[in-house]
């Protein structure tokens, strides 16, 4: 199986840094960020702390939930990878498969939300 790199384009629209060959970094999955020629990895919310992080900013971050209603996902992308990601425990995401994944947490949240 092949790993694609992410487009450069993709780069500057998610505010995600470029892999810079022979920089050394103690990010974890750097094979995968080399191969997707990123900084740091591009990996679905996966770790314990990306998912409290998702639910912070679910609840504190107006891009994340705009009075109850869809996000808007392209800035949310951005925030979360500027102002997040560290290759250690918060990886990259890309606008797309954040969109999948984090749809089903925001319908779970906002159903919560019915509930109180």
Same mark, same amino acid.
């Given at each position: 199986m092949e790993i694609l790199p992410i487009p450069s384009i993709q780069h500057t629209k998610a505010l995600m840094q470029p892999n810079i060959p022979g920089v050394i970094s103690k990010s974890h999955h750097q094979f995968l960020a080399k191969q997707q020629q990123t900084q740091f990895a591009v990996i679905a919310v996966h770790t314990v702390p990306e998912k409290l992080l998702f639910s912070?900013? @679910?609840?504190? +971050?107006?891009? =994340?939930? &705009?009075?109850?209603?869809?996000? +808007? &996902?392209?800035?949310?992308?951005? @925030? &979360?990878?500027? !102002?997040?990601? !560290?290759?250690?425990?918060? =990886?990259?995401?890309?606008?797309?498969? @954040?969109?999948?994944? %984090?749809?089903?947490? =925001?319908?779970?949240?906002? %159903?919560?939300?019915?509930?109180?």
């Open positions: 912070h900013l @679910i609840q504190t +971050d107006p891009f =994340f939930n &705009w009075d109850k209603q869809e996000p +808007d &996902w392209k800035t949310a992308v951005q @925030i &979360w990878n500027c !102002d997040h990601a !560290d290759g250690k425990v918060i =990886f990259y995401k890309v606008q797309d498969p @954040i969109n999948v994944i %984090s749809k089903i947490s =925001f319908i779970n949240y906002t %159903s919560s939300l019915r509930n109180i």
